[in-house]
């Protein structure tokens, strides 16, 4: 440091004229352009201290003292911007360059923090724009409290109005509050309210009956002050479902009286405020007790029907197997014996032997997906399952010459066994009813919201649209023998895409090909 003051005044550095190149023009155009900046410099603080010492009622006198030792430093710069192109006392310039750093930081800096205070103060035409604002003010609220006094007294007027309005308006919700209660008394579901903590509001007669209790003793209660304590967490988790999800739920829930277990579905839903937050939950219960147990009886009856199917189809196929071996035997041995009457009843009698156990087989495996319910299901690769239906049928595409192309599958949630069982359902039957052409049959997808749509299209003899439905019931068909079949392969693809939660649909035209579209959910 001391060895920096000591050559503060040296010029020990080349001139700043050497940058300049000692160019007559400009040197002088820098000497001439930084003298006059300097000598405006020096003469603003003259200008500051005049108004300073004019003004008595500034409100911040000392900042025009700081812009004025600012300004008197930057005119010292420009000064030595001059002094240093003959004479290089870089150091010394810097020092004032300093000098002024020091004094122009803290100007900016408490010129900033004072900006919204002068930007604040008021100018005298403001002021005295306040002063006639305030007169007029003055004169307006003399005028408002004359109106004042005038409306205090309609205002009384009114409020006796209003109040004999409030009155009749009450007696008419209390009428509509009894018309709506004997509704929901003899409304059949059990109607309640419940608020959010799961205090009872308001319960109908129907509730009342069902439980063996009075809606006074159940006002102000919760599920768990009425039922045990297991019943009332499973009441409470519904409700809590309905109002956190701000939707309605469907839910069966189980109650116990006497000794006997009711079943009943339940409709849970929030009630909302005028800013949408609910404020309540209403429930509407139906018992379907009955119901349930029909159910029961039902899946019991297609049990018993499907054992009885499975039954009759194994002890029919030994008897047909029967027949068909002894029709086969005259044949064969008494060839040469039997006239061709003969030979052609026989012929008769095993195609309908094969027609019959082919008969059998179908209605089993249709008794077999009706009455399977919901079948158990995983994630199932589509295009695994299209190229195993594609080999279980290499042999008929390979005879019929057919052509089948296809799009990239989705993976989906299903039954596999019962995908590939529609897919070779779907196929065979493109092959079966070919036209005159080769078969050509292509498969495609499409994503629809929260669904895949699926299109089997082939070039086969198509069939009248007004056949559409019809071909999907059991053992309807459109054509004669001279095409086998039973008429059940579709009843099947049909009870398939609906247990799986979607729909399938024909398109056709005689003569154009058909096609057969369904969905399943994504």
Sequence with gaps: MLEFLKGLFQSDFLPHGVCYRWSPGVVWLHVVSDLLIALAYYFIPFALIYIVRSR????????FWLFGVFILACGTTHLMNVWVIWNPVYRLDGAIKLVTALASVPTAILLMRLAPTVIALPSPEQLRAANTELEREIAERKAAEARVRELNAALEQRVADRTRQLQAANEQLRESEMRMQAILDTAPPLVFVKDLEGRYGFVNRRFEEAFGTTREKVIGRTDYDLFPTAMAETYRAADREAIDGRAPVEVEEVTRRNGEERTY??????????????????????????????????QKYN??????????????????????????????????????????????????VDRMGLLVNDLQSYTEVANRGTPSRSACDLNTVLRETLRNLEASIAANNAFITAQELPTVTANRRQMGQLLQNLLSNAIKYRGPDDPRISISVSRHSHEWEFRVRDNGTGFDQMYAEQIFG???????????????????????????????????SEGMGATFTFTLPA
């Design 56 to 63: 008595r009622d500034l409100v911040f006198p000392w900042m």
């Design 303 to 352: 049990a018993d029907l499907e054992q009885f199917a499975f039954i009759a189809a194994h002890d029919l196929q030994e008897p047909l197997r029967t027949v068909k071996t002894y029709s086969q035997w005259v044949l064969r041995d008494f060839r040469g014996s039997l006239d061709a009457r003969a030979n052609e009843l026989l012929g008769f009698i095993i195609n309908g």
């Design 474 to 508: 059991v053992f309807k068909r459109l054509h004669g023998r001279e095409i086998p079949g039973t008429g059940v392969g579709l009843a099947i693809c049909k009870q398939i895409v609906e247990q799986h939660g979607g729909r399938i649909r024909a398109e056709s």
């Design 265 to 298: 579905v339940s409709i849970k839903f929030p009630l909302m405020d005028t800013s949408g937050q609910p404020y309540a939950m209403c429930g509407m219960s139906t018992d379907i007790t009955d119901r349930k147990h029909a159910e029961r009886e039902l």
